[in-house]
């Protein structure tokens, strides 16, 4: 039953992308867009236009329609019971318009950033919270014991990946394992403030120091710089480093952007991807919170009535899941 909620949730999604071509965007419709990224791996690709001054992000280049828009609405608030309403606020306001509240209420924050990364993660990319790059002593701790998880997961990486907020703006720090120890380092903001990426480099290498000691190569120390098309919206700074961390974890070259460093990019409906991920991810977490429950959590689904312990989804994973199977009915 549990498998089968997941796997249900996770078509479902799915269904929702490929119904976001409903409501073409007015801008395409007197322009030929193509793509710009190679991989062509997801469900969003960075697109420029004919005119070669438009650039967006979109799924297939056409907009969100408002049923989609709705439903992404539904799912985070159901799948995340603590704060769902502030992550769906912040993702997806800006989507509304004229309606929208104030800039700084669309601005992603660290919770919301540092959800959509762990989504991204896997055995050979990891991801550290980005208010760690502002803890004083993170990188010495990483000899204690109680960083030893965390040493492990980068220990076993390809990819790295450690989003970082400076003055209310995102940054995004990648360290690749080319061969062995040695590494590639590239930061990347969607303002392209180059002068700042040179020092978030510098913690990058203090701790691939702590990490290998002497024994470790950077083979692109002195220019650590990825250039990015900028940002078209003033909250999207963080919008932005999640579609390239995205995109780097599918193998996406970084360097092929580097040709529209001057062009301004609409991210805005990256947001939407961002939304179902974290969803998904959140449902998956509890799901499997039930499957392998700890003490502490094992009363929260104890049936009286029985003598073992039920399996039966909590309420907001059953809800997400029954608002899946209404979007087939949707779309």
Known sequence: ML????????????????????????????ERWTTVDRAQVGRMSLFQSSNQRDMGVFYDHFSVSQDSLELAYRQIE????????????RLLEPFQGTQS????????????????????????????DSGLYHTQGFIDSLTTDNRQRLVNKLHRAQLLLWPICLGNHWYLMLIERFEGNIFSMNVLDSYNNKHLHADIARQGRG??????????????????????PVQEKSFDCGTAIAYYGHKRAQRESLGQYSHFENRNCNYLQFRMQMAFDIARAAVAEIVESVRSPSPALVPQYRDSSKSRESTTLPDKVTKAVKRSKAAVKVH
């Open 3 to 30: 498998d089968g909620a997941t796997s249900l949730f996770g078509k479902c999604v799915d269904l929702v992308f490929s119904s976001l071509t409903q409501e073409p965007d007015h801008m395409q419709e007197d």
């Open 78 to 89: 159901d799948a995340i019971p603590t704060d769902g309403k502030d992550v769906a606020k």
């Open 101 to 128: 509240g104030k800039a700084e209420d669309a601005w992603l924050s660290a919770d919301v950033i540092h959800r959509f990364f762990r989504t991204i993660e896997n055995d050979d990319i990891a991801t550290i």
């Open 207 to 228: 701790l691939l120091a702590k990490l290998y000691g002497d024994n470790f190569r950077v083979i692109n120390e002195h220019y650590p710089t990825s250039l990015v």
